[in-house]
């Protein structure tokens, strides 16, 4: 028998009934045991993510399977074989932490790498490209994904209407509305780090690179009408499975494979490599495969081990740098501050979050610091009492990171603003017949929503995208919709 316990540890024995002034008269205000209770339950829920909310977690092991050592000196990728522990957390983007899993939604797919030289975050979602590539539009974006200010409803208005007006976001757009919008679940879905990183070798040389995991499972997805009814059914389908496969020994798998540009391969690039609504062409620049990443093991407690789990792509170790992306450098300070808000300045030191070897540092005190806060250690730096000395190996070769593409940016700005070549390869080239239906009746559906008196100007303006991207993409929604063309008001796009 284990002892009922206050949480300082005294032993108590009324844990449902309150003292009273008798039997039938009011409480008595001594009964801390009362108080504590309740005021603890008053607290239980902390701030939600004001992204990805929804979301599920497996620990598991990456194994090393090819060698890429000529291009990162990253140590967990130091020998085939090579086996690192990880936390993966899969999430939907834009509903609250009780909304359904199979909404259409990017997912999030963000791994920790637990590794020797600290924790690596890589922080990406279900596909390659974003809706937008500046960082100063993200809260606009994502205000129109959540609820309406006047109705608090979601609202297809807003969502179309920022669409249309930021036709960076056409590629996402036709990802998002077709099959893969709706995963069956987590197991059968890639996983993209979606920006653009480098890689740093031995001899400081640096390539950039993209991360992709494939599916070892496949890809399987819900067609809208399924996906719906599972909203109904089981609105916790996707933790459902995840939970049940790997309690079932039925470990899910996905093979981490890069693609890699050298800094003049990216200087000529017909893309900005660094533009998160672009992707780079694999027929170009070919998959390598670098290792197996496996989970095998849930957490034992959802809150403590998923709830606060901390993910931010400024969490990069020795070997992998990152790179001028727009949307990355913004995400290097949104994510970190994110958490500090949600989880407190001292979230690294939570269990899930917390480095497994060395932390050292002289950061100390701050809300719930929960480890021994250095004891009796020097807190400042430089000092003549400890050995803790900045290690030369890990200096960072930044300015050659940045160098080579500094004049490029400045060349090929124009360039930057084709929002429309790479949607239309994906229509054109990628989708089956099949696909492509289901993709145009997945976007009228949505689009048959909007309402209001600029109904016609934000479909329009939309149309235009899709007609820019591929003539046969905008006839067919335009008859879904069952728009004559001779009715269509033409308002083109009002930004390049
Ligand atoms: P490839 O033919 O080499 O690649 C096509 C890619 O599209 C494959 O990775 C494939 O993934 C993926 N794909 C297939 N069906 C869908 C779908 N319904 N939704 C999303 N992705 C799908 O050509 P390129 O690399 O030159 O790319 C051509 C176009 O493919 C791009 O413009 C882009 O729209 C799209 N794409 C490209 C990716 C990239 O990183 N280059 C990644 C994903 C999509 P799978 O392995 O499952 O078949």
Not at 13 to 31: F, I, W
Not at 332 to 342: F, K, T, V
Not at 406 to 416: K, T, V
Not at 425 to 450: H, T
Request: proline share 6%; net charge negative; charged share 25%.
């Amino acid at each position: 028998m284990e002892k009922l316990t206050t949480a300082s540890g005294i032993p108590y024995v009324n844990h449902e009934d309150t003292q009273s002034a008798g039997a039938r008269g009011p409480l008595l205000l001594q009964d801390f045991i009362l108080h504590e209770k309740l005021a603890h339950f008053n607290r239980e829920r902390i701030p939600e993510r004001i992204v990805h909310a929804k979301g599920s977690a497996a620990y598991g092991t990456f194994t090393v399977t090819s060698d890429i050592t000529s291009y990162s000196k990253a140590k967990l990728f130091g020998e085939i074989g090579k086996q690192t522990r990880v936390l993966l957390r899969f999430s939907t983007v834009g509903g609250e932490k009780g909304s359904a899993d199979t909404e259409r939604d990017p997912r999030g797919f963000a791994v920790k790498f637990y590794t020797e030289d600290g924790n690596w975050d890589l922080v990406g979602n279900n596909t390659p490209v974003f809706f937008i590539k500046d960082p100063k539009k993200f809260p606009d974006f994502i205000h129109t994904q959540k609820r309406d200010p006047f109705t608090n409803c979601k609202s297809a208005t807003m969502v179309w209407d920022f669409f249309s007006l930021n036709p960076e976001s056409l590629h996402q757009v036709l990802f998002l509305m077709s099959d893969r919008g709706t995963p069956y679940g987590f197991r059968y879905m890639h996983g993209f780090g979606s920006h653009t990183y480098t890689l740093i070798n031995k001899e400081n040389e640096i390539v950039y690179v993209k991360f992709h995991f494939k599916s070892v499972q496949g890809i399987r997805n819900f067609t809208s009408a399924e996906a719906k009814l599972m909203r109904g059914e089981d609105p916790d389908f996707a933790q459902r499975d995840l939970l049940n496969a790997i309690e079932d020994g039925n470990f899910p798998k996905w093979t981490l494979k890069i693609q890699v540009m050298t800094p003049e391969q990216a200087a000529a690039y017909s893309f900005n490599p660094f533009d998160l609504t672009t992707v780079w062409s694999q027929n170009e620049y070919p998959l390598i495969e670098v290792g197996e990443l496996e989970l095998n093991q849930n957490p034992d407690n959802y809150f403590s081990e998923v709830e606060q789990a901390a993910f931010a792509p400024s969490r990069i170790v020795d070997g992998i740098g990152h790179s001028p992306d727009k949307m990355l450098q913004g995400r290097i300070l949104a994510y970190p501050d994110a958490q500090r808000y949600r989880l407190g300045v001292n979230f690294e030191q939570l269990p899930v979050n917390r480095c497994p070897f060395i932390v050292n540092n002289y950061q100390r005190d701050g809300l719930m610091r929960v480890d021994d806060n250095g004891k009796r250690s020097p807190n400042y730096f430089p000092n003549s009492f400890d050995n803790i000395k900045p290690d030369a190996a890990y200096a960072r070769p930044a300015e050659q990171v940045h160098q080579p593409v500094a004049d490029w940016f400045d060349r090929n700005a124009e360039g930057e603003n084709d929002h429309y070549t790479q949607p239309g390869i994906f229509y054109r080239n990628v989708l089956s017949q099949e696909d492509k239906s289901r993709l145009v009746s997945n976007i009228a559906e949505s689009m048959r929503q909007i309402e209001g008196p600029l109904k016609e100007e934000i479909i329009n303006r939309q149309l235009c995208h899709f007609f820019r991207a591929e003539f046969s993409l905008g006839m067919a929604v335009m008859n879904e919709l069952g728009i004559d063309p001779g009715d269509m008001t033409r308002h083109m796009p009002s930004k390049k």
